[in-house]
């Protein structure tokens, strides 16, 4: 099925690696951009954010009081 994003914005959390990373892959190839959430950032979600289709959040949210993403939306 393919569905076009196009000027779309989605968030992802846990994209650095697994499933996350693989919907992040799908969803940039559909022609969404990507707000990619992640404790390490890889190479890969790295290489997307240099394509421009992602921007990567380094955080964590098995850290009590960290929830940076929800801080940062609004800034989108």
């Given at each position: 099925?393919n569905?076009?994003?196009?000027?779309?914005?989605?968030?992802?959390?846990?994209?650095g690696?697994?499933?996350?990373?693989?919907?992040?892959?799908?969803?940039?190839?559909?022609?969404?951009?990507?707000?990619?959430?992640?404790?390490?950032?890889?190479?890969?979600?790295?290489?997307?954010?240099?394509?421009?289709?992602?921007?990567?959040?380094?955080?964590?949210?098995?850290?009590?009081?960290?929830a940076?993403?929800?801080?940062?939306?609004?800034?989108?």
């Amino acid at each position: 099925m393919n569905i076009d994003l196009t000027g779309q914005t989605a968030v992802v959390t846990g994209a650095g690696s697994g499933v996350g990373l693989a919907v992040t892959r799908a969803l940039t190839a559909s022609g969404a951009h990507v707000i990619a959430g992640t404790r390490h950032c890889c190479a890969e979600l790295g290489q997307l954010a240099a394509e421009g289709t992602v921007t990567t959040f380094e955080f964590d949210l098995a850290v009590p009081g960290r929830a940076e993403l929800a801080a940062w939306a609004p800034t989108w």
